[in-house]
């Protein structure tokens, strides 16, 4: 693989320079503390309390005050490092459960692949990004996989309301949000990892070694076969965080993305614009706009070598709105959310211990309702009339080829509360509820009945 271009942007260029003094003396705080609005949008910063980074605390969800943009990028940053913590010798995220163990789940079948029984993931789940058959290959010709996981707030509130029963989800009060259990809101999280080829540079990303299912060749396919299995290194190359806070229900969602995925499309370019003359993880040098974010898998152009595990082509992946947002916006609630953005990251990564592999991640946006009071069944949020921060919010490694899409190009176009149906007829749809904005819910839902219909041809 070519040598990945040192991300280049003022991002971080100036980040050593650049922590503002409110962050210095304490002004902004969260949980409950002291805020004041105009020097948060003004100056939008980490707070030195969160420093070192192993004793980041955790948000206290319960105590959120929506007082300005920038405490919404507050709380995601805040929250991504606690996360990320060292945590019994992994980053604390890991030792979450998954939505399949809420269901005793060995394996989902179909696009997913084996999973064992256990309170967190040991195999990815997922390789199928939104739209047709939308796998996301790397330069190296390697698929990128996703891991899902939620926290105990999440799980307790499943398991105590017996909502993995799919008939008492039918008969739930519509209304039912997810809750805040003491300081803690229902969180989950998404990660998307690539698989390290031989001698690859990955000291800069977070890696782990673990087991990942192989694909094949199907049907005229590509899919994914559960019980062929390969022991893999992946680097952490994109993380959602969606989360409930007070006076927020429908969850404040954050995306984070390694520095050294893409390359940023200028405004103005055109189909044949060249985007980069630098590589990147998942884009080579000189690729033009109109070889961008192509979903060969859903063009039906897409070969995979099942003895090597390779696809071809690779993925040229462009990001289309940094700090999820067209640049060209003159909307001032527009400006000041990316330069609290921007802010955000510079102030993090400046304070961040030098050896720390987390500067090398960063705040793509963030996304949230104007007011939070407002989310009812059956919102299709296909307008941006509820929402604001970054409204066309995409991880370029999560939704590669959605960002253009109108109905899919930000995190709420697709976590929604409109009632939705199963691919298999012989199952029962889910209703419209408040709970249907998440995935892992409605993902739940529908294997649920999955295994009990395995159960009864057994």
Same mark, same amino acid.
């Given at each position: 693989?070519?040598?990945?271009?040192?991300?280049?942007?003022?991002?971080?260029?100036?980040?050593?320079?650049?922590?503002?003094?409110?962050?210095?003396?304490?002004?902004?705080?969260?949980?409950?503390?002291?805020?004041?609005?105009?020097?948060?949008?003004?100056? +939008?910063?980490?707070?030195?309390?969160?420093?070192?980074?192993?004793?980041?605390?955790? %948000?206290?969800?319960?105590?959120?005050?929506?007082?300005?943009? +920038?405490?919404?990028?507050?709380?995601?940053?805040?929250?991504?490092?606690?996360?990320?913590?060292?945590?019994?010798?992994? %980053?604390?995220?890991?030792?979450?459960?998954?939505?399949?163990?809420?269901?005793?789940?060995?394996?989902?079948?179909?696009?997913? %692949?084996?999973?064992?029984?256990?309170?967190?993931?040991?195999?990815?789940?997922?390789?199928?990004?939104?739209?047709?058959?939308?796998?996301?290959?790397?330069?190296?010709?390697?698929?990128?996989?996703?891991?899902?996981?939620?926290?105990?707030?999440?799980?307790?509130?499943?398991?105590?309301?017996?909502?993995? #029963?799919?008939?008492?989800?039918?008969?739930? =009060?519509?209304?039912?949000?997810?809750?805040?259990?003491?300081?803690?809101?229902?969180?989950?999280?998404?990660?998307?990892?690539? /698989? /390290?080829?031989?001698?690859?540079?990955?000291?800069?990303?977070?890696?782990?070694?673990? #087991?990942?299912?192989?694909?094949?060749?199907?049907?005229?396919?590509?899919?994914?076969?559960?019980?062929?299995?390969?022991?893999?290194?992946?680097?952490?190359?994109?993380?959602?965080?969606?989360?409930?806070?007070?006076?927020?229900?429908?969850?404040?969602?954050?995306?984070?993305?390694?520095?050294?995925?893409?390359?940023?499309?200028?405004?103005?370019?055109?189909?044949?614009?060249?985007?980069?003359?630098?590589?990147?993880?998942?884009?080579?040098? #000189?690729?033009?706009?109109?070889?961008?974010?192509?979903?060969?898998?859903?063009?039906?152009?897409?070969?995979? =070598?099942?003895?090597?595990?390779?696809?071809?082509?690779?993925?040229?992946?462009?990001?289309?709105?940094?700090?999820?947002? =067209?640049?060209?916006?003159?909307?001032?609630?527009?400006?000041?959310?990316?330069?609290?953005?921007?802010?955000?990251?510079?102030?993090?990564?400046?304070?961040?211990?030098?050896?720390?592999?987390?500067?090398?991640?960063?705040?793509?946006?963030?996304?949230?309702?104007?007011?939070?009071?407002?989310?009812?069944?059956?919102? *299709?949020?296909?307008?941006?009339?509820?929402?604001?921060?970054?409204?066309?919010?995409?991880?370029?490694?999560?939704?590669?080829?959605?960002?253009?899409?109108?109905?899919?190009?930000? +995190?709420?176009? +697709?976590?929604?509360?409109?009632?939705?149906?199963?691919?298999?007829?012989?199952?029962?749809?889910?209703?419209?509820?408040?709970?249907?904005?998440?995935?892992?819910?409605?993902?739940?839902?529908?294997? *649920?009945?999955?295994?009990?219909?395995?159960?009864?041809?057994?």
């Amino acid at each position: 693989m070519a040598t990945r271009n040192s991300f280049a942007s003022d991002l971080f260029r100036q980040a050593a320079g650049s922590v503002r003094a409110g962050a210095l003396l304490g002004v902004i705080t969260l949980g409950g503390s002291a805020l004041h609005p105009a020097l948060a949008d003004e100056n +939008c910063t980490a707070p030195t309390s969160w420093f070192p980074q192993q004793h980041t605390p955790r %948000p206290d969800d319960s105590a959120f005050q929506s007082t300005s943009n +920038c405490v919404f990028h507050q709380w995601a940053y805040q929250m991504f490092l606690w996360l990320t913590q060292e945590w019994e010798g992994q %980053p604390r995220f890991l030792s979450f459960q998954s939505p399949q163990s809420l269901l005793g789940m060995t394996q989902r079948g179909g696009l997913m %692949p084996r999973m064992t029984k256990s309170d967190a993931p040991e195999s990815f789940d997922e390789f199928l990004q939104a739209g047709p058959d939308g796998i996301l290959v790397d330069q190296n010709g390697r698929a990128v996989y996703y891991s899902q996981y939620i926290n105990e707030t999440f799980a307790g509130f499943i398991t105590n309301h017996h909502l993995t #029963n799919p008939a008492v989800v039918r008969l739930m =009060d519509p209304d039912t949000e997810f809750p805040i259990t003491g300081t803690r809101g229902s969180l989950e999280l998404k990660a998307s990892w690539k /698989v /390290v080829a031989e001698a690859e540079d990955t000291s800069d990303m977070f890696t782990m070694t673990t #087991n990942v299912a192989k694909l094949v060749n199907r049907g005229g396919k590509i899919a994914i076969d559960p019980s062929k299995t390969e022991t893999v290194k992946v680097a952490l190359v994109g993380f959602h965080i969606g989360g409930v806070v007070k006076g927020h229900p429908e969850m404040i969602w954050a995306t984070f993305e390694h520095k050294d995925n893409a390359p940023d499309v200028a405004a103005g370019a055109t189909p044949e614009t060249v985007v980069s003359d630098k590589d990147f993880t998942f884009y080579r040098a #000189n690729t033009k706009y109109a070889d961008c974010n192509v979903n060969m898998g859903g063009a039906g152009r897409l070969t995979l =070598d099942e003895a090597t595990q390779t696809l071809n082509p690779p993925t040229q992946v462009c990001r289309l709105y940094p700090q999820g947002n =067209d640049t060209t916006s003159t909307d001032s609630s527009v400006k000041t959310n990316d330069q609290n953005i921007r802010d955000m990251n510079a102030s993090v990564h400046a304070q961040l211990a030098g050896d720390s592999i987390w500067r090398n991640y960063y705040e793509v946006g963030a996304i949230w309702f104007l007011d939070g009071t407002k989310l009812n069944p059956g919102l *299709s949020l296909d307008t941006d009339d509820l929402l604001t921060g970054s409204l066309k919010l995409s991880n370029a490694t999560i939704e590669t080829f959605t960002q253009t899409q109108n109905t899919k190009d930000n +995190c709420f176009r +697709c976590h929604n509360t409109q009632q939705s149906f199963p691919a298999d007829p012989d199952q029962d749809p889910l209703p419209a509820t408040n709970l249907n904005i998440s995935h892992a819910f409605q993902n739940v839902y529908y294997w *649920s009945q999955e295994t009990t219909q395995a159960q009864g041809e057994e």
